[in-house]
């Protein structure tokens, strides 16, 4: 790194493990800065997410397959952004999913 590049994160993927979330989705942290984390993350068929409550803004993509978020079905190329104060009411894919997500660390659940 030199002074240009103080206070970046440059991540490979293809260079790390997946860890296994405790909702046992896999994920590669991409990075963090500003209380802000930016991951890839790869969902198993049939995979459920927990309610939560935007405390800050949180934005997704989605890589491959497909995911329902909201009521919404997100396919490859489809993504979101949610505002501070929205509750996040479903999330779950049929077949399986990849996502780029930027989201609040340690955004706390409302369930």
Known sequence: MNNENKGWTFTNTNEIEWAMAADNTLFKSIGAADGLGFAISDVPAGHCGRKHHH???????????SII????????????AAEKGTDHTQFYSEHGCKFISVFKIGQPSIE
């Open 55 to 65: 405390t800050h803004a949180e934005f997704t993509f989605v890589l491959e397959g």
């Open 69 to 80: 978020a909201n009521g919404v079905l997100m396919e490859a190329g489809t993504g979101y």
